[in-house]
């Protein structure tokens, strides 16, 4: 066989279209020589079936040309008419509709097949040149997804009328060819066909699907003009793609015009305020078709429940289904879909379950709709169950969507093993390349802390999207890789001009040190020139950033820009970020004047950052005062105020009151023991702290773990220790550097020295904190040397030394008598390592002369300290002075420490008389003792421990 192929670049459209003509001669006997046939198809079409050739006499399929492997489609159209005389008339015209009758039953079952075989015996009764025969044949390859064939069949006639023109839009609408579809009503304005109604309601859908508002404005002009809006369906379409555009105003102005509105018309006004997020509008204009005795169908319900679900309103949903069932509505698929959604939005998984349960056909919707209530739920087990049943049902197998869920599950509860089963699960079933999952896999590794594989992955993406480098950044930001963070940033802003709102929120997110408030300012600089300046996320981000490196100038300089437009989360920004970074009193300047200035009412998060705030600077009255607002503002029954004020209680000493409001937690979680354990250990009640341990609800952590290590340090219970470090080892938390200092700490204080470097040597995490706990253990045990050995140790070993560290290493030195080494560490310590003196050095320094007897230099010391010296400075100086005796002295510090803390005088009153006795001053101690009984001053009573009790409490480690 001879072939010519010839291609020829069609004009008339907007993508390449290539006529290939192919001359052949054949032997057939339905196909007589020398003849020809041709189509044209678009270019990258993928045709999977074998080759058909159809001619004008008939179908053929015993050609093999040389390119056979490949699969076309060809169609001849004629005119048979002239050549049939022979044929009854009125037998051809039946056959004519058995073919169209057949054509039908073919676009209600969308097949190739079925297509197929009508086109053969449409071709050989000679049917195709009966306009409706081919309009039918031309929709039921559109249906059948063959649009190649349906372009082919409509190229081959030349006499076509509008009702083919509108077949031929619609089929290029129903293959999403939009721009197509476009094309081809241009093609037949300039061929001079006269559109209608149908044509322009064809034209506004594909306008709507590719949100082109100023086409559609366009083409609603031209219906006003050619005067076809009384079309009803034409308007309804209109009406659609208004809302669709996200012009409301528009939509509902033409709603308002509509003369003729029938049930397409309201749903297409409840859909579109509920597209466009106007939940409470959609389900106002659902209650008027209702008041209006209109009949609402399945769009209508479904519209209605979505619109309650997004209201975060059950019982109106409740409302509407009970009301459907009342009037006797068959809920389909989508209105189950909307229903399951619903009660699982609000928490009723049961009820989404039995929804699901009486659905007789269920399409992925459904099946996605359940995983995603299960998954929303917490519902771990159940959703990776329901992810099972799904994929043995041979009808709906998981998609994208199914697939978005499951991810985005794991990477919330960190389910990295799953996470890479369903990664694996996306590659076999050749869903990798879809970007939205890949994205989704970014996420899921970076938040489970395996930033390398999301590394290696962001690289093998061969096109990314602006979503992909703002997730590898955010990735490298949560992981604390700030420089390949800023790296990948500035990489991006080379390579893409248009960068989003959520990358400048990556990037500033990234700068978490000092070294990058460079970097943090360029990205101000940026964000101002982009007029991003009046965002508040924006702001709240960059004041969130100034805080950390410490700059509360420029942060309250930033935060006034936004004064008109503060709202309760630009406080809290400002709030959390003064207590984060210690500066406590900010934090509640900053609260009093919200309170002042602005109508805002805190909340939880506003009180639990100041409660905090005064935990930490032991004011215990202003966290009284809290206490009591967060009862009057109805937030005090929250769990995490509740645990706030436990932990505020605890840390001002109030133990008591920190009790009570344990007591009276309604909903106690974790996080609620933990603090009261905490605040029994931190006040030395460690046989409280292991007897509440005793009724402990949950499973412990690390950090009930690391408060009852510090209970048995305080009671000496060394067996207890040792259970609870067998505990440890069992639950696998023993890599924990918290937990291995607490180990030392407490092996050491209870005469264990070896277990405690055994611990320590076998600790593959040496933190700091571990660091300083065996140093501190030396010097407890008057090996100073080797305290300081470990020191520099430490500091070898690329740790930076922190307070801590010296108040420990000073610690050694006092316990070890090592006064000239004590005093040089304390000269160096800021010059050398950049830690700045505070009130535990300087009592570690006067604690350490005292010891040696220098009772002269440690009142020099202090004298020499900046500023007013603290309580406890003065208060080791008195210890000192009652050790050895020094009366003088011991009077005058005693005299000095009544002006500074008048609350505790009774305390220095005992210390003075205890020094008078120790001398022999028998008389001046009565003195002392009188004037407490005098003034009614009363010290706190001391307890013994019961150790056989406490034991017995601890015991209850299984």
Not at 131 to 158: G, H, M, N, Q, V
Not at 192 to 200: E, M, P, Q
Not at 407 to 424: D, P, Q
């Amino acid at each position: 066989m001879g072939n010519r192929v010839q291609t020829i670049k069609s004009s008339k459209a907007n993508f390449p279209i290539y006529l290939i003509r192919l001359t052949g001669y054949f032997s057939s006997p339905l196909l007589p020589s020398n003849k020809k046939f041709s189509s044209r198809i678009p270019v990258g079409c993928k045709l999977k079936h074998p080759i058909l050739f159809i001619g004008s006499h008939g179908l053929f399929s015993n050609v093999h040309p040389p390119f056979a492997a490949k699969s076309f489609h060809f169609s001849t159209v004629v005119q048979p008419f002239a050549k049939m005389s022979q044929r009854d008339s009125y037998r051809l015209y039946t056959q004519f509709y058995d073919v169209i009758d057949l054509l039908k039953s073919s676009t209600a079952r969308p097949s190739l097949v079925t297509a197929t075989i009508a086109h053969c015996l449409a071709i050989k009764i000679g049917a195709l040149a009966h306009l409706p025969a081919c309009t039918s044949l031309l929709t039921a390859y559109s249906r059948a997804k063959y649009f190649i064939s349906a372009l082919a069949l409509f190229d081959e006639f030349c006499d076509r009328d509008v009702i083919l023109w509108n077949a031929m839009i619609n089929a290029a609408v129903e293959n999403k060819s939009y721009n197509v579809a476009m094309q081809f009503f241009v093609e037949m304005t300039e061929v001079g066909v006269a559109f209608d109604s149908t044509t322009l309601l064809l034209i506004v859908s594909a306008l709507s699907h590719m949100k082109y508002l100023k086409h559609g404005k366009s083409f609603h002009c031209l219906s006003i003009k050619v005067g076809m809006l009384g079309d009803c369906s034409l308007c309804n379409a209109l009406l659609d793609m208004y809302a669709k555009c996200g012009d409301l105003t528009s939509s509902q102005s033409m709603f308002t015009w509509m003369d003729c509105r029938d049930v397409i018309s309201w749903n297409s006004m409840v859909n579109g305020f509920l597209y466009n997020g106007h939940p409470g509008k959609s389900f106002w204009c659902f209650r008027e078709m209702i008041s209006l005795g209109i009949r609402v169908d399945s769009m209508s319900l479904s519209c209605a429940i979505s619109a309650s679900a997004a209201l975060e309103e059950l019982s109106s949903g409740q409302t509407i289904h009970a009301w459907g069932i009342k009037q006797g509505y068959n809920f389909d698929i989508s209105c189950s879909n909307s229903l399951i959604s619903l009660y699982s939005e609000s928490g009723d998984i049961e009820a989404s379950k039995s929804v699901f349960k009486e659905m007789v056909l269920k399409d992925v919707i459904s099946w996605n709709a359940m995983i995603g209530g299960f998954a929303s739920n917490g519902m771990i087990l159940e959703t990776f169950d329901m992810l099972y049943k799904m994929q043995l049902t041979g009808y709906a197998q998981p998609d994208v969507a199914t697939l978005f869920t499951i991810i985005s599950l794991c990477a919330e509860w960190m389910l990295l093993r799953e996470g890479k089963t369903v990664h694996g699960f996306t590659i076999r079933r050749q869903m990798i390349s879809d970007l939205w999952v890949i994205n989704s896999l970014l996420d899921m590794y970076s938040k489970c802390n395996c930033i390398i594989k999301a590394e290696l992955l962001f690289n093998a993406i061969p096109k990314r999207d602006l979503v992909s480098w703002n997730v590898m950044i955010s990735g490298y930001s949560r992981n604390g890789y700030s420089k390949e963070a800023q790296s990948l940033f500035k990489t991006l802003t080379h390579q893409c001009l248009q960068l989003s709102f959520s990358t400048v929120l990556a990037g500033i997110s990234s700068c978490i040190s000092l070294d990058s408030l460079q970097f943090g300012k360029s990205i101000h600089c940026w964000e101002i020139k982009a007029g991003l300046s009046s965002n508040i996320l924006m702001v709240n981000s960059l004041v969130h950033m100034y805080i950390n490196f410490g700059d509360l100038s420029a942060a309250f300089m930033l935060f006034d820009t936004i004064s008109a437009e503060e709202d309760i989360a630009c406080w809290n920004t400002i709030i959390a970020g003064c207590k984060n970074n210690g500066h406590f009193r900010e934090a509640l300047a900053t609260f009093n004047w919200m309170r002042q200035v602005m109508d805002v009412m805190c909340d939880s998060i506003t009180l639990v950052n100041v409660i905090s705030a005064c935990g930490n600077l032991l004011l215990i009255y202003e966290g009284k005062s809290l206490h009591g607002l967060a009862i009057k503002t109805f937030v005090g029954s929250e769990t995490r105020v509740q645990n706030a004020l436990i932990t505020m209680y605890g840390r001002c000493g109030h133990t008591k009151s920190a009790r009570s409001v344990f007591d009276f937690c309604s909903s106690r979680n974790l996080c609620s023991w933990n603090c009261m354990i905490s605040a029994f250990s931190q006040n030395k009640e460690g046989r409280r702290a292991l007897e509440l341990f005793h009724f402990l609800e949950f499973e412990p952590n690390e950090i009930t773990i690391v408060a009852l290590l510090s209970a048995c340090n305080q009671l000496g219970l060394l067996r207890q220790g040792k259970q609870i470090h067998g505990h440890v080892l069992r639950i696998g938390i023993f890599e924990n550097s918290f937990i291995s200092a607490a180990l030392v700490d407490m092996y050491s204080n209870c005469g264990q020295l070896d277990l405690g470097w055994q611990i320590f040597t076998r600790s593959k995490d040496k933190s700091i904190a571990v660091w300083n706990s065996m140093i501190s253990a030396y010097g407890y045990h008057g090996n100073g040397q080797m305290a300081i050995q470990l020191f520099h140790k430490m500091c070898d070993s690329g740790i930076r030394p922190s307070k801590s560290s010296f108040v420990s290493l000073l610690s050694a030195c006092s316990h070890s008598g090592l006064v000239n080494e004590g005093l040089w560490y304390y000269r160096v310590m800021l010059e050398e390592y950049g830690v700045e003196a505070v009130t535990e050095h300087q009592v570690c320094v006067v604690d350490m002369l005292g010891r040696a007897g220098k009772l002269e230099e440690a009142y020099e010391f202090i004298k020499q300290i900046p500023g007013e010296a603290g309580v406890g400075v003065w208060g080791a100086l008195l210890s000192a002075c009652n050790y050895h005796g020094n009366m003088e002295m011991g009077r005058e510090v005693a005299e000095h420490l009544f002006g500074l803390e008048p609350e505790n005088v009774v305390g220095y009153y005992i210390s003075l008389a205890n020094l008078y006795v120790s001398v022999g001053g028998w008389k001046d101690a009565m003195e002392f003792r009188q004037i407490i009984q005098h003034k009614n001053l009363k010290k706190l009573p001391a307890y013994s421990i019961n150790i056989d009790a406490a034991s017995s409490s601890a015991s209850a480690w299984k």
